[in-house]
């Protein structure tokens, strides 16, 4: 198997569980809501905090992906029309022999 699909098959899998981890925090909150508190040291308390704070990180991120997103397609073109070619192609460089 070639690197590149290794890659894209280990982002997938990440990305997949991210979702099953946001869903399951918004299931355990929702869940948990109304429990009978034990007082200061409650474990489902402390458990419901790191999970509100793995959804307001996940939201973050999605909103900080959301728009450089939308920078790159919007602005991208814009860009790209005033900057120089990165590689230029000549027949030197492509190798190509004129040889008539």
């Given amino acids: 198997m070639r690197q590149c699909n290794r890659r894209r098959i ?4 990440f990305c997949l569980l991210f979702c099953f981890a946001m869903a399951f925090s918004i299931v355990f909150i ?9 007082g200061d ?3 489902i308390c402390a458990e419901m905090q790191v999970c509100a704070n793995l ?12 728009i450089s997103a939308a920078v790159y397609l919007l602005l991208g073109p814009l860009l790209w029309a ?6 230029s192609f000549t027949l030197v460089s492509l190798k190509v022999k004129l040889s008539d």
Avoid: N, Q
Wanted: proline share 6%.
């Fill in 41 to 43: 040291k409650c474990p």
């Fill in 30 to 38: 929702a869940a948990e809501a109304h429990h009978d508190c034990t």
């Fill in 55 to 66: 959804l307001h990180t996940g939201a973050l991120i999605t909103a900080a992906a959301a």
């Fill in 82 to 87: 005033y900057d120089a070619p990165l590689f």
């Fill in 10 to 13: 280990a982002a997938a899998v």
